[in-house]
């Protein structure tokens, strides 16, 4: 009989701790969520602030100096410039990469970054040159 009082505690606690909890992210049901994305959808919203991540709060040049630094094929170090070089074209800002980064992300010679990665690289390495033989004519 003791062990049923102990499940019954139990059982009661769970459902008082159940029943105090909140949650911090609206479910994406309601008016509240037009109103604060005025007329956005979910996923535009997600390209404007990644909230979910903590990236967001990494600041441009913290970003391009990582990017930057294509010195080491130590895996952590690859994994960082990954994940910042996608939060950089999460955030449109490419464009700051230095163009001898980018080459070497554009090169890929020991496929280290991805396809992905490489593609957007090349992406922007072409705008450069576009840019660049428009001002020249």
Do not use: W
């Given at each position: 009989?003791?062990w049923d009082s102990v499940r019954e505690k139990k059982g009661?606690?769970?459902?008082?701790?159940?029943?105090?909890?909140?949650?911090?992210?609206?479910?994406?049901?309601?008016?509240?969520?037009?109103?604060?994305?005025?007329?956005?959808?979910?996923?535009e919203l997600a390209r404007d602030k990644d909230l979910a991540?903590?990236?967001?709060?990494?600041?441009?040049?913290?970003?391009?100096?990582?990017?930057?630094?294509?010195?080491?094929?130590?895996?952590?170090?690859?994994?960082?410039?990954?994940?910042?070089?996608?939060?950089?074209?999460?955030?449109?800002?490419?464009?700051?990469?230095?163009?001898?980064?980018?080459?070497?992300?554009?090169?890929n010679e020991d496929k280290l970054y991805g396809k992905i990665?490489?593609?957007?690289?090349?992406?922007?390495?072409?705008?450069?040159?576009?840019?660049?033989?428009?001002?020249?004519?």
């Open positions: 009989m003791a009661e606690i769970k459902k008082t701790v159940s029943s105090k909890l909140a949650e911090l992210r609206p479910s994406g049901k309601g008016p509240s969520d037009e109103t604060a994305g005025e007329g956005k959808s979910k996923d991540s903590g990236m967001e709060i990494l600041e441009l040049d913290f970003l391009l100096s990582v990017v930057e630094n294509t010195e080491s094929d130590d895996s952590n170090d690859v994994t960082m410039r990954k994940l910042n070089f996608n939060e950089l074209l999460r955030r449109e800002q490419l464009d700051t990469i230095d163009s001898t980064a980018l080459k070497v992300y554009a090169k990665i490489q593609c957007e690289a090349m992406k922007e390495l072409t705008k450069r040159t576009v840019q660049k033989s428009k001002h020249s004519r």
